[in-house]
């Protein structure tokens, strides 16, 4: 009996779309289709159907695997694609060039090495078990993916989704390419009881027993590997896919038995000459081994030719978990010494000495392979191998070496935003050096720690007081190295003191920063420094000379591929754009400071950027693409707090926008309780302004009242207007509900004090909105049409939409009041148009909330005429009042009696109490 089914069984669905996809590729538009589902769920048996009908259709096919090493190599999946393919990606990673400009080049260059390989002709690229895969390889996947829709290539690839943990770097690659349609997902579900009896007569030839087949599905749940295997063992029965292997593996001989053995210690997909070199058989005893292996379908040949793949990664492991511990570590031993022979990569070999317990070897090469990840920009790579190179690191280590180790680990972790490790680690690095005595070597790790430790959480005080100890630790110290310790301490304090919008104190800490940084000696803390100060300026109101400032920092940083500090600068210039209402500089630094973190691996940056793209996004009126960037920067940034709190205020404005009220009052109240725990204005006043909003939607304006208040109380402490703006027109709005004219021009006195102190250009137009708020509930329309039509004009050209929708309903009451009811429905419909949602009620009171004429079919002139006859005006006098004749007035009267279908004149009046509500 087969082991496995010559036709495919229950994926004639996702058969048929893949056909469709090679046609699409065929013409000239391809794409990238991932093929998802738990392990042994036959997305290799898909696959293989794939390539068989593009093979039909004159496909050219390139195929690679990814094995579980593979996170720690860089491209380690690309070098797969084929022998010649595979030499010039080689030689292309060892170029000897500088890292950042290495890296981009790197992707473009391995895209185009692709690409160019698939220009002949239509072609299919599969890449099979995506999850073990490393950042590099995903980076090129995913630009090959973005340039498909004019290639005729169509690209697969297949991951397990039971194995998309936390940090696999599938996770976030996925998601971001599946939310910007640059990729489709088809998931593979088990089969049923009934497809499984039909898989089972494939597999045997002939229709098997109820019992039989029933007992299979019970066992196997539907999972196709496991039903292959449950039956081939059929007569026993295992309970486990691991038992029922082993029971097929006990058939084998014993050449074929240790060859599998020895295989196992290499990974799903094995080189010949390595297991020749791990084993000393003789050539005819490896082929006759592996010829036995594969007709009992343990393996398949690979299609290089050179090697061959295990038939499903859970048939090598649970050979791998089958074999004894000594004989487990024997095999690695002679493993990494085989692979140092042949000159495989250094992160290989680290793992095999491991595994072979040889912890000098496996410390050097580890050491070596994170050097060059970090080199590369490939951070979590980095990660895993300094990770590594701690664990195997001699105990007759000095202490230094130990911190210096555990620093390079904590850099690497805080790049990829594992945040709590990054944190663990340094404080570890930390201890070790004021255990050795070197206390400026402990306080230079501060500034980084305290970092981490920010996104952790940690409010002002507590930052600040770890920096100032860091300053105790250097004392009176003289010399170089005790002058840039100092200095960057002091550079820390001035960036925790502006994050908390403390600008005097910020720009103090800084200067005596600078003052410290003769010439240019410490390049990447002169660019720190001047992001630093660059946004204090921004913050002050001092706009152009700030977005200089952070430009040139910027600037200089990328040309001296200092990623840390071009990543913040974009965070600092694009966040602060964001935050300061300059939206067209926002959205462009925020898609240029995420490609570039992406691209250099500094992902806590990228999340932080993500979340306030979002925020643009959504303050400009594209809430689709603002809901998803949120989705992007939760899930992605689980453990930046700070991303986390951007990313749940903006997803409560967007609730609160649709009318979904509990759910926005769930996301506003988490981000206001995260960012009380940091006790820093801008964790925690957009939240409030949000809850301020809320309580006015769901009328409570004395609440609203409350939360405007604590925001106005924070920024004034610090003379702040940026998070203050929002603030005025909702308390204006919150005070005339609730108390009236006089408490709302005392609010319109108060903020209008900071924000006129700031001058920030993007904050100015709320004061006249909510003047013209104001006028308008004292009537007195002409003020109030005046100051509105400003606010309006304001908010259009800042593309601010939440005000901007607003204004035209506060104009729409003007101009109701004013009796001019055409102009009011005219702002109501476009406001209305604009709007995703039902409009707000607290923003429609007094105004007609539809254009009568949806409703009746009058005219807007009609409308007036209705509304002059239900206040109790003859023809003349209608006539008198709209310019017109008496005649025409008495025509208007008779079409409008017609469409209302009424016929007397009092009639009018009972109509329109019905739709339109009282001013």
Known sequence: MALSSAVLIGRDDLLALATRRLASAAAGRGELLLLAGEAGIGKTRLLSEITRLATEAGFAVIGAAAAPGDTEVAAGLLTDLGAELRERIVRRLRADDEPDRQRRLLVADLTDLIERAAGAGPTLITCEDLHWTDELTLDVLGRLARRARELPVLLVGTYRSDELYPRVPLRAWRTRLLTQRHAEELRLPRLGRAETAELAAAIAGTALPTALTGRVFDRSDGVPLHVEEFLAAADSLPDTLADAVLARAAQLGTEARELAAAASVLGRSFDLDLLLAITGRRPAEIDAGMRELGDRFFVQPRGDGAGYDFRHALIRDALYADLTPLHRRRLH?????????????????????????????????????????????????????FGRAVRTLGPDATGDERAALCTALAGELAAIDDNAAADARYAEAYRLHLEAGDRLAAAALLPDRVAVRHLLGDRLDQRTAALRTGLDLVGDA???????????????????YMLDRRLHEALADGELARSMLAGDRDPAMRCDLDTTVGSVLLFAGRLDEGRELLEDAVAR????????????????????????????????????????????????????????????????????????????????GRDGITTRITALHTLGYLRLGRGATPEA?????????????????????????????????????????????????????????????????????????????????????????????????????????????????????????????????????????????????????????????????????????????????????????????????LSAREMEVARLVAAGNTDREIAGTLSISPRTAAAHVEHIRVKLGISRRTQIAGWLAKVEPSS
Not at 478 to 496: D, F, K, M, Q, T
Not at 597 to 606: H, I, M, P, S
């Open 333 to 385: 031993a002679r493993a990494a010494e085989a692979a140092r022979q042949a000159g495989l990569p250094a992160a290989f070999l680290s793992d095999q000495y491991e595994r072979a317990r040889s912890p000098a070897e496996a410390h050097r090469y580890a050491l070596t392979a994170a050097t060059e990840a970090a080199a590369l920009s490939a951070h979590r790579e980095a990660a895993d191998l």
């Open 478 to 496: 003289a010399g170089e190295r005790a002058r840039s310790v100092r200095a960057r301490l002091h550079a820390a304090l001035a960036a925790a």
């Open 557 to 636: 940083a990328a040309a001296r591929h200092l990623e840390s500090q071009a990543a913040r600068g974009y965070r600092m210039l694009s966040s602060s754009a964001s935050v300061l209402v300059e939206y067209d500089l926002a959205e462009r630094t925020l898609r240029e400071g995420i490609e570039y973190a992406d691209r250099v691996e500094r992902f806590n940056d990228r999340h932080y950027m993500a979340a306030h793209l979002a925020h643009v996004l959504w303050a400009t009126g594209d809430w689709t693409g603002a809901e998803a960037q949120v989705r992007l920067a939760l899930a992605d």
């Open 665 to 857: 009052r769930d996301a506003l109240t988490e981000a206001a309780e995260l960012g009380a725990g940091m006790r820093e204005l801008q964790r925690v006043s957009p939240a409030w302004w949000g809850l301020a909003e809320l309580a006015l939607f769901t009328g409570y304006p004395a609440a609203a009242v409350q939360r405007c208040e604590q925001g106005y109380a924070a920024s004034a402490q610090v003379r702040d207007a940026a998070y203050l703006f929002p603030y005025v027109v909702t308390g204006t709005r919150a005070h005339l509900a609730s108390s009236g004219p006089t408490a709302a021009r005392d609010w319109l006195v108060r903020t209008g004090e900071v924000l006129s102190e700031r001058r920030i250009p993007g904050t100015l137009g709320a004061l006249d909105h909510a003047r013209g708020l104001i006028h308008l509930h004292e009537g007195q329309t002409g003020k109030a049409r005046d100051e509105l039509r400003r606010a309006a004009a304001f908010w259009t050209g800042r593309r601010r939409f939440w005000e901007g929708v607003a204004v035209r309903l506060d104009r729409a009451r003007c101009a109701y009041r004013s009796r001019r009811p055409g102009e009011a429905a005219d702002l109501v419909a476009a406001a209305r148009q604009a709007w995703p949602a039902e409009l707000p009620p607290v923003w429609t009171a007094g105004t007609p909330v539809a254009a009568p004429a949806e409703r009746s079919g």
